[in-house]
């Protein structure tokens, strides 16, 4: 998922919302692969102002979330 926003350096933020949603902003919205977000399982992708960006995924939004900011501490 981290490929799909860009890699580590470009996501800001990264947290759970509305259960099914992973809420982040980036850097610079041109790096955005939303083939590469497809292929790893986010279903949509809603866009609001400012790079900010909700992330569709299921019921397991906590779980991509952490995984999400382990691998940008690592």
Do not use: S, W
Request: with cysteine; aromatic share 2%.
């Amino acid at each position: 998922m981290l490929a799909g926003l860009g890699g580590a350096a470009n996501v800001q933020v990264a947290e759970a919302c509305a259960e099914t949603r992973v809420r982040v902003a980036l850097a610079d919205g041109a790096g955005l692969d939303e083939v590469a977000l497809e292929a790893a399982g986010v279903q949509g992708i809603l866009r609001l102002p400012d790079n900010v960006l909700h992330l569709l995924v299921g019921l397991n939004a906590d779980q991509y979330t952490a995984e999400m900011k382990a691998a940008m501490a690592g």
